[in-house]
């Protein structure tokens, strides 16, 4: 427990084995200490491993430990927070990477929505010690997202610039993650003053309904709504569904080309409410020039190896009201927000084993939140597919 927050939580430091058989062993027990946490946990320390080949220097492929521990995190739906100050904290000689990691659940993040990870100096050590930095919100974390507004005011697009580029070669979600912490702190610098004002007017707001019993009702009709025990099983045999020819299939399981992911971005709204990820496509196209390669190589790299780190495959649902007035969660319309590189990944999808693959991977890790009014994401579960339908 941190007891200045009375947060209670589950800390885990780790010291990651060197043999194969060994790194499985470490794995396995953390499993075992995940199954048994209903707190928020946070596994880290030097895992002695990578996660991707750009988290060591000269690297052009994972090795097979590295694909495997990736499929660990990925398995058990952890977080990997990205390193938002330099891309290595492992030096030996020439050799540097990044073995060190902090790895959360999503309940810790809805503790701690502005959560940041930094280096500090190395000292005597081979090691960089890890600084986990973050702010408890009271009813849940405020998600982040970008503004129309800032592409009016002056440097707004050379900072982004000069910020993206200090990344260097991280992967791309991670740029994006890291990219919020000084997007959060120009935006409150810029506009500091704005943000007490509104956030006054929010407080004003909360005093003046149990907002409890919503959640509750909230909560509770939706996973009422989607929950689904049965469901016939529908083929093509029952002359339901007319079945495409081989050649049809193929075509449409050929990989996107670089044209048409740029096409299926500008197809998008660009002013739209921002996705789940804090970006709205107008923010993806005013910077395609600096970040469409790797854009592009998100949404081809989902279509190469059918899987999805799961900080991309979240859906944000708010409700907006159908009817002046509306009083009961009926009267709400669900209004479904995900990813960017989530939503051009959607727009580009066939029919074949490729494809059910694919949207094998898309339905059964999916994470949703619903947001309130004031725009805390109150609720955040894993999502398995129950009968066609995501369900809590």
Same mark, same amino acid.
């Given at each position: 427990m941190i007891t200045t927050t009375n947060f209670h939580c589950a800390l885990c430091l780790v010291y990651g084995a060197h043999g194969r058989e060994e790194k499985r062993g470490v794995w396995e027990e953390l499993s075992y200490v995940a199954g048994l946490c209903q707190v928020p946990f946070c596994f880290l320390g030097d895992f002695n491993e990578i996660m991707y080949a750009e988290?060591?220097?000269? !690297? *052009?492929? $994972?090795?097979?430990?590295g694909e495997e521990f990736k499929r660990w995190v990925h398995d058990i739906q952890l977080m990997d927070l990205a390193l938002t100050d330099r891309k290595y904290i492992w030096?030996?000689?020439?050799?540097?990477?990044? #073995? /060190?990691?902090?790895?959360?659940? %999503?309940?810790? *993040?809805?503790?701690?929505? /502005?959560i940041r990870l930094k280096g500090g100096p190395r000292g005597l050590s081979d090691h960089c010690p890890l600084i986990v930095e973050?702010?408890?919100? @009271?009813?849940?974390?405020?998600?982040?997202?970008?503004?129309?507004?800032?592409?009016?005011?002056?440097?707004? $697009?050379? &900072?982004?610039? *000069?910020?993206?580029?200090? $990344?260097?070669? +991280?992967q791309f979600t991670c740029k994006l993650k890291a990219l919020i912490v000084p997007l959060r702190q120009w935006h409150k610098n810029t506009f500091g003053d704005m943000d007490k004002r509104l956030m006054r007017f929010e407080e004003e707001i909360t005093r003046l309904g149990n907002l409890a019993r919503i959640k509750g009702a909230i909560r509770g009709?939706?996973?009422?709504?989607?929950? @689904?025990?049965?469901?016939?099983? #529908?083929? %093509?045999?029952?002359?339901?569904?007319? @079945?495409?020819?081989?050649?049809?299939? !193929? !075509?449409?399981?050929?990989?996107?080309?670089?044209k048409e992911i740029k096409e299926a971005v500008w197809d998008c709204g660009s002013s739209k409410t921002p996705r789940s990820d804090g970006y709205n496509m107008n923010f993806i196209k005013k910077f395609w020039e600096d970040i469409g390669l790797e854009f592009i190589a998100a949404v081809l790299g989902f279509f190469q190896s059918a899987k999805l780190p799961m900080d991309l495959n979240v859906t944000w649902v708010? $409700?907006?009201?159908?009817?002046?007035? +509306?009083?009961?969660?009926? /009267?709400?319309?669900? #209004?479904? &927000? %995900?990813?960017?590189?989530?939503? %051009?990944i959607s727009k580009k999808m066939g029919f074949g084993l490729r494809w059910r693959n694919w949207v094998r991977e898309c339905v059964t890790t999916a994470t949703m939140a619903i947001l309130d009014a004031g725009g805390s994401s109150q609720k955040r579960a894993h999502c398995p597919v129950v009968g066609g339908r995501r369900s809590y």
């Open positions: 988290d060591r220097k000269g !690297a *052009t492929s $994972l090795p097979t430990t030096f030996r000689g020439r050799s540097c990477s990044r #073995i /060190d990691r902090v790895l959360v659940n %999503v309940e810790w *993040t809805e503790k701690f929505s /502005d973050g702010t408890k919100l @009271q009813g849940g974390p405020r998600p982040f997202r970008s503004l129309d507004s800032w592409f009016t005011h002056e440097g707004f $697009l050379r &900072m982004v610039k *000069t910020e993206w580029r200090s $990344l260097e070669d +991280a009709f939706y996973k009422d709504l989607y929950r @689904q025990e049965y469901v016939p099983r #529908i083929g %093509v045999r029952d002359g339901l569904v007319k @079945q495409i020819s081989r050649d049809e299939a !193929a !075509a449409l399981e050929v990989l996107p080309s670089e708010t $409700l907006a009201p159908k009817v002046e007035g +509306a009083k009961e969660v009926k /009267d709400f319309r669900p #209004i479904s &927000m %995900v990813g960017c590189v989530y939503k %051009v």
